[in-house]
């Protein structure tokens, strides 16, 4: 797959949670910003638009705690 913005990233995310405060200050996870429940919603989206698998390793609070980390983690999914 060809490189993906952090543009598309938000665009995946707020279609999963629309609620969620994807660019709130603080840690999305640690700071209660979205619940397990989103991250649920957010890596089922995320696997369709990308065409990738989440290992269950890599479902842990600090993949999830910014977009930041989320991009990095699809990044990094979408390399191997």
Same mark, same amino acid.
Request: a negative charge; charged letters at 35%.
């Given at each position: 797959m060809e490189d993906f913005t952090m543009d598309e990233l938000l665009e995946v995310l707020k279609r999963a949670v629309p609620k969620g405060?994807?660019?709130?200050?603080g840690d999305l996870v640690d *700071?209660? #910003? #979205?619940?397990? #429940? *989103? +991250? +649920? @919603?957010?890596?089922?989206? +995320?696997t369709d638009e990308f065409d990738i698998k989440i290992? @269950? *390793?890599?479902?842990k609070n600090e993949n999830f705690n910014s977009v930041q980390a989320i991009y990095d983690l699809v990044a990094r999914l979408l390399e191997d």
């Amino acid at each position: 797959m060809e490189d993906f913005t952090m543009d598309e990233l938000l665009e995946v995310l707020k279609r999963a949670v629309p609620k969620g405060d994807w660019l709130a200050e603080g840690d999305l996870v640690d *700071d209660g #910003i #979205i619940d397990s #429940i *989103d +991250i +649920i @919603s957010a890596i089922a989206e +995320i696997t369709d638009e990308f065409d990738i698998k989440i290992p @269950s *390793d890599e479902m842990k609070n600090e993949n999830f705690n910014s977009v930041q980390a989320i991009y990095d983690l699809v990044a990094r999914l979408l390399e191997d």
